[in-house]
């Protein structure tokens, strides 16, 4: 798979438990985050992703697009 989005995730993220999670319940505190792959910017604004996949740990972000795409090669569970 060739694609600009990826880049060494592997290294990070290859079958990874993963939340669905509203940016706003995140319990980290970053005030904003980059999707891993596409660079998206999530936060609370109305124009940034409000919605998306994260680590456990809230540290890596993923938007619904980039983990459609890529959800096979990296093998993620989601825990409900
Ligand atoms: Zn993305």
Known sequence: ???WR???QAKYLINKL???KNYKDRTSSA???HCEFCLDRFSEDKQDINLGYCTEDCY???CPNCY???KDLFQ???KL
Do not use: P, Q, S
């Open 31 to 33: 005030d904003h985050d």
């Open 18 to 20: 993963l939340l669905m």
């Open 68 to 70: 459609n795409d890529f």
């Open 6 to 8: 990826l880049t060494n």
């Open 76 to 78: 993620w569970k989601i």
């Open 1 to 3: 798979m060739n694609d």
């Open 60 to 62: 890596h972000w993923i």
